[in-house]
């Protein structure tokens, strides 16, 4: 009778037991990053600085991919493989360059039939049209405007983290504090100077800052990967051997001789020349990134430009 009831009550303790630890593990999972229609967020981006705004917004409550996350990477050119096609799939949020840029990345998201509230298209948050540069990054609005998007949709998918979003897209954007302030200090001493570019690809920044670029059909054939006209090229030359400009824009990830040439003549002619990368570069954040370029044209004016 004895070793019965012992029986009896291990098998109860045992039982009180696993009761107990599947209500602690059911208390876990409730309180584990959900979406309340039971779909956690994932996000796809086609480039790695949407990535870092996306993840910066999502926390704890979502998992974000960046299909580019190399410099090495031509975006231009890439050809998605299947893993890139799996990403677009599982994803519930995706947020692409568009205005031609990422092309790729559109095929995927048709070729998935992703909703069209599922994507955001950045160039048309901007209010930009294909055929427009495609450079949108560098404009001032941007990041602000797609954080604002990014909290929109994630409230949507999971409204009960809603007032997170809020905050974590606040913190991001209070992170850009040091860049937009920069920007503000350069913008009243740019005066609507001259300058010249080897190709578009700061553009929306150097003119949100008031800077007037004098060479758009010199820069324009270097991005199509056409060789500028001679009279293009003459031009360009004159603008910076007669200091008719404060400084040049070199694009490092693509210097070719006629660019190359230019950027040689520039420092002969002790023409300021501004250095600015079309992709993230290793090792940089978004802030970081931005803000060692206008660094660099802080130093231009404090030097004075051209002389």
């Known amino acids: 009778m004895r070793k019965r009831q012992l029986h009896f009550l291990t098998v109860s303790a045992v039982v009180l037991t696993v009761i107990f630890l599947g209500a602690v593990l059911t208390g876990c999972q409730q309180a584990a990053p959900t979406v309340t229609n039971g779909k956690k967020i994932h996000v796809a981006t086609s480039l790695d600085f949407y990535g870092e705004a996306a993840k910066a917004v999502v926390g704890p409550y979502g998992d974000v991919t960046s299909i580019i996350n190399s410099p090495s990477v031509d975006p231009d050119s890439y050809e998605p493989d299947t893993q890139s096609a799996k990403t677009v799939a599982k994803a519930n949020v995706i947020v692409q360059n568009g205005l031609g840029y990422d092309s790729w990345m559109n095929r995927l998201v048709?070729?998935?039939?992703?909703?069209?509230?599922?994507?955001?298209?950045?160039?048309?948050?901007?209010?930009?049209?294909?055929?427009?540069?495609?450079?949108?990054?560098?404009?001032?609005?941007?990041?602000?405007?797609?954080?604002?998007?990014?909290?929109?949709?994630?409230s949507q998918l999971d409204p009960q983290h809603a007032a997170a979003f809020r905050r974590q897209g606040n913190a991001y954007l209070a992170k850009l504090t040091p860049v937009t302030t920069l920007q503000k200090s350069l913008r009243a001493k740019a005066a609507n100077q001259r300058i010249a570019t080897s190709e578009p690809v700061a553009n929306y920044a150097l003119t949100a800052l008031g800077y007037q670029i004098v060479d758009p059909h010199y820069e324009k054939a270097i991005e199509e990967g056409a060789d500028p006209t001679p009279a293009d090229i003459k031009q360009v030359r004159g603008l910076i051997s007669t200091h008719q400009i404060q400084f040049f824009v070199n694009n490092t990830q693509n210097t070719g001789a006629s660019v190359t040439q230019l950027v040689q003549l520039a420092n002969r002619s002790k023409t300021p020349v501004l250095r600015v990368t079309e992709t993230l570069p290793k090792g940089k954040t978004y802030e970081t990134w931005m803000l060692g370029m206008y660094r660099q044209i802080q130093k231009i004016q404090q030097q004075g430009g051209a002389h």
């Open 110 to 154: 048709k070729a998935n039939d992703k909703p069209e509230d599922d994507v955001i298209t950045v160039g048309s948050l901007l209010g930009h049209h294909t055929g427009d540069n495609p450079h949108i990054w560098y404009a001032p609005e941007m990041m602000p405007k797609l954080v604002n998007q990014l909290v929109k949709q994630y």
